[in-house]
């Protein structure tokens, strides 16, 4: 996986020598960067397929994100459509089309062996699809949805993160020189390595506080299931929890500063060891209060 990181991140560098002196929109350069990365490491071969379903996917997530809180109703809704709910459709089908594709390519190569598909994420689920246990077989439209979920939500939040954490060195030079320092010392010239990177403990230290500082995930609800007590609190069924991010309760009188040291001896200790504290990514969706 990090070969292909190092060839795709090369591209970029390379293009962006002609740019010296001049002003660029990182965020989009970074969206370019990350589609292709996870285009690579979960496609292989067929990464240019795989830019064309994020392409699709992102014209869907906008869509649907301007027709979030718009009223349906059940039984007109079923004979009458909007153009967007029209379009939305129309995406859906291309996109499933377009993974199908992807699949029927990679089933094409089989050579008879059990699990030959690959071992990159495309591999991984053509093999659970073609698995001989039922219960552990995976169906056509999960391959499929699995593929969106690991391609949008991958690339948007690695997406965020890198232009976040580009703006916050560009302003805190120190730690920008301190990152600097650590990879010529930890990596010197060559590319990184999977060894290498594990012993980046300032660049570790930068990224969890970019994560804490500007999650990619803003705060997160969660549903209340069942009547429970929480400290002197009474929640009440269906009750819908808002949890926030930037509570000084938990991080300090110091939460609204960018200051990596906080991770200086990793998340437990800087959340005081209160592991609830810290998720910039959110927890799993099928948590709920119970």
């Keep these: 996986m990090i070969?292909?990181?190092v060839v795709s991140?090369?591209?970029m560098l390379e293009k962006w020598k002609g740019r010296e002196?001049?002003?660029?929109?990182v965020f989009q350069e970074f969206t370019l960067l990350t589609s292709e990365v996870i285009s690579r490491t979960a496609f292989s071969s067929s990464y240019l397929e795989g830019e064309k379903i994020f392409d699709l996917l992102t014209k869907?997530?906008?869509?649907?994100?301007?027709?979030?809180?718009?009223?349906?109703?059940?039984?007109?809704?079923?004979?009458?459509?909007?153009?967007?709910?029209?379009?939305?459709?129309?995406?859906a089908k291309m996109i499933y089309d377009s993974v199908m594709k992807i699949v029927k390519k990679r089933e094409e190569i089989v050579t008879g062996e059990v699990d030959s598909f690959g071992n990159d994420f495309l591999g991984l689920l053509v093999n659970s699809y073609h698995d001989l246990d039922e219960n552990k077989k995976l169906s056509i439209q999960d391959?499929?949805?699995?593929?969106?979920?690991?391609?949008?939500?991958?690339?948007?939040?690695?997406?965020?993160?890198?232009?976040?954490?580009?703006?916050?060195?560009a302003v805190d030079t120190d730690w920008q020189e301190k990152a600097r320092r650590e990879v010529i010392e930890i990596i010197g010239k060559g590319n990184p390595n999977s060894e290498g990177i594990a012993k980046l403990k300032t660049i570790t230290m930068i990224i969890?506080?970019?994560?804490?500082?500007?999650?990619?995930a803003t705060g997160t609800i969660r549903k209340v299931e069942r009547e429970v007590r929480l400290g002197k609190l009474v929640l009440p069924?269906?009750?819908e929890v808002n949890i926030r991010i930037h509570d000084p309760d938990l991080w300090g009188d110091d939460v609204h500063l960018f200051k990596p040291e906080r991770f200086a001896e990793g998340i437990s200790k800087a959340t005081n060891y209160n592991a609830a504290?810290?998720?910039?990514?959110?927890?799993?969706?099928?948590?709920?209060l119970e």
Excluded at 65 to 70: E, G, L, M, P
Excluded at 76 to 84: P, V
Excluded at 151 to 167: D, H, P, R, V
């Design 3 to 5: 070969p292909a990181v």
């Design 9 to 11: 991140v090369e591209t």
């Design 21 to 25: 002196g001049k002003e660029m929109e």
């Design 60 to 91: 869907l997530s906008l869509i649907a994100s301007r027709n979030v809180f718009k009223t349906r109703l059940p039984i007109i809704s079923r004979f009458w459509k909007s153009s967007d709910e029209i379009e939305l459709d129309k995406l």
């Design 143 to 169: 391959l499929v949805d699995e593929s969106k979920t690991f391609y949008f939500a991958g690339q948007e939040t690695t997406n965020s993160l890198l232009a976040w954490t580009i703006l916050l060195l």
């Design 208 to 216: 969890n506080e970019t994560l804490r500082f500007y999650p990619p």
């Design 237 to 239: 069924i269906d009750l």
């Design 277 to 288: 504290a810290f998720f910039p990514l959110d927890w799993d969706h099928d948590l709920v």
